[in-house]
DNA sequence: GATGAATGAGGTTTCATTCAT
DNA sequence: GATGAATGAAACCTCATTCAT
């Protein structure tokens, strides 16, 4: 088959599987369900996918690109602004993502709870041979850092240029965004991937706290 | 066996099912191991705990309620200080409590996933029978609140008194403290539960900034 | 379960298998067949049998001992007999061993044309290690070979004591016995199990035209 | 393709087949290992034979039809000769031939163990349709009494000339040289389809033996 | 209550065979 | 005719859960 067209039928699976593993979950899911939701058999499943975990990080592997992606527009639309605002529209950004794609959201959340940075540490037993054999596993792991990095030469930017004050680390700063995103991620997936209101706080009033008080973290000149 | 017995057992087995499913995760936990490690077979096992899920929201049922006991431990440590102090000493009790019980946070993220606030929505069918027949998810539906109502009280009692200007809804920055949290013990946890640096960022620093971040938060008078 | 009570299930999933195989072939027999005809499941035949190989060794193994029972019984029953009347009996027995039960007559000619006398020939690639590591693969060579021994034994005490008067090597005349027998018995299964004419020739009297003229072999003084 | 073309090809698909077959055995052979053994794809290795069965029928056909022309060549040379040293030079003939091509004679005995005489018999189901629907089966069948037929009318004119002295039936004779033959040819395969010693019998002595008391057979007047 | 055996569900794999291009 | 992809059947395997004793 041309390269072309495998591609296609590829991601036609994963698009597939999304929506099964969206509904039930991972592991209530069944492969033949995914291959009938994907129109084959079993067999050319697996031919694609070797394992459901690797087809699982392939799901997360298009979430990554999809995440990646939408920061470079971002980055790009924002390179003309300050760095403050590049940086808040990339945690904007971010949190919109999720928003917009519910389901990626989780599978990267999932992703994160399973790479631990100890790369030989003792819960290495949690990385099952399934997921350390599936080509995704290696391609996410160039990719998961570059958000960060972005991030950090964001903030360094509007360091030099003044229009972010604070003397903190610039990493340090990224980490907090990171998890106050994160954090927000987790609370909109508990409130099952709408934004309507949980404990009658509207999730948009959330999300736009999170951009103010990073906003004022930043303009601070002394930490 | 007598009561008093038997809950020393329940006990003794919900320790070894923490060491099991520490180490190699929920998924990849076996029933069979967890029996080897609590020293007793299988089909006993079976007699504690219905079920492999009903095991884990033991396990949840008895994080959160070691949550709720430092929660109260530290609303008492601080009832004469300010409504401020106190609302950030739950924050950094949460944190500290996470740090301390690596798994305890894991476990309770996983139950904050798993239960959605919409009771029927489009996505019930991860809550298995399994879940929704345990006991302890009926008793951890009445303690999962409390973090949230607490920590609203003592905002309410800080802006009652003056130490905290916001105006913002007390909800909101709950949930604002909550997120940061979460993300924080995501991260922690992507750090392989200790606290050692991540991308060369010490995490307390990190905590640190969490904190003084929504202290600058509470302190500004204008929204 | 107490080795007794396990023996039976054994056998009794061993007797339910050959009931399958005997009807439809190995390679058409279906493991899931054989668990239904057993009135067990398949993952129970299989935490007997670990492959659909190994248990057809299982009834092999069964074949080759009740061959060398029969083999036994008629070395006693013959002890006081010449040792050419026990020799000739000793042919007549397998022959009908193989009348009264094809099917292992069938199993056991399968077992001959897989094993290979020379160790690592360049045949082996036909043993699989499904075969190798079969348990009753080997025990079977443990008792393969114990027909030819008594054959041998019987021959040279007929030549001992004169009923036996050819003065060739015993192993070459029990080898010829054992050729002619094989080759009845290929003849007899290619007749369906059934002693009924072939080629319009009783199969009856060919087994006697064998042992008649294996009689006369031994009878020769001169090679 | 021109037919002589197409012929070539044929022949150079089963000889690859051959190889393959010999070295793994029918069971462990695939067909993809034949298609590349051939230096062809799958899909043409169909477009030849119809299915692995049939290609393995081909073989046999070839080496019916080999067996039968030393037959046929035997029967030319020794035209001249007594019927009794004829018939005893068609069992050489055929042993010789098992000899020089030894997968050739499992490939027989395979043939010989599959053709049940009782063209409806209750174990028929082992006839897959794949082998009744092979055109090589109905070519077999053509060629598979030959040998039969040959020897009884060299016995029988080894019978008129007197050469030939018992009175037995001469199919009931010809059966007799059969398994005979069968018999050492099983044994051959069991020694690896080399002669050299078994249990330390030269299996040459074997051969010379079983055609010393053929001839003795033929040779006795009285029966 | 404790135990070994059994079950059911579904993931994974191998292959002969067929389809579409 | 040749090719790569797909199919269907069935072996094989793991594990949560249950049964019988």
């Known amino acids: 088959m041309k390269e ?12 597939s599987a999304i929506a099964v593993f969206e509904k039930v979950g991972f592991k209530n ?12 058999t079993k ?29 470079k527009e971002a980055l790009a639309v924002n390179a003309s602004k300050s760095g403050l605002d590049s940086t808040l529209a990339l945690m904007e950004t971010f949190m919109e993502f999720c928003e917009n794609h519910y ?5 990267l959340l999932d992703y994160f709870s399973m790479v631990r940075s100890s790369p030989s ?10 997921v350390k054999d599936s080509p995704y596993f290696d391609k996410l792991r160039e ?14 930017r509007g360091k030099a240029e003044g229009s ?6 610039a ?13 927000y991620v987790k609370v909109l997936s508990a409130s099952g991937g709408n934004v309507s209101p949980l404990f009658k706080v509207d999730l948009k009033e959330l999300k736009q706290l999170h951009l103010e008080v990073a906003k004022a973290m930043f303009s601070q000149g002394v930490s």
Chains 1, 2, 3, 4 share one sequence.
């Open 43 to 71: 067999v050319t499943l697996y031919s694609y996918f070797q394992s459901k975990e690797n087809l699982y990080l392939a799901i997360t592997y298009q979430a990554m690109s999809a995440l990646n992606i939408v920061y």
């Open 143 to 156: 990719l998961h850092n570059l958000p960060f990095k972005w991030t950090v030469k964001e903030i360094e």
């Open 121 to 130: 540490g003792k819960y290495d037993n949690k990385l099952t041979s399934a």
């Open 164 to 169: 972010i004050k604070t003397q903190k680390d």
């Open 103 to 107: 389901f990626y959201s989780e599978v």
């Open 29 to 40: 899911a069944k492969m033949d369900d995914i291959a009938a939701a994907a129109g084959i």
């Open 4 to 15: 072309d067209k495998k591609q296609k039928k590829e991601h036609h699976i994963i698009q």
């Open 171 to 183: 990493m340090l700063c990224t980490l907090h965004g990171w998890t106050s995103v994160v954090g």
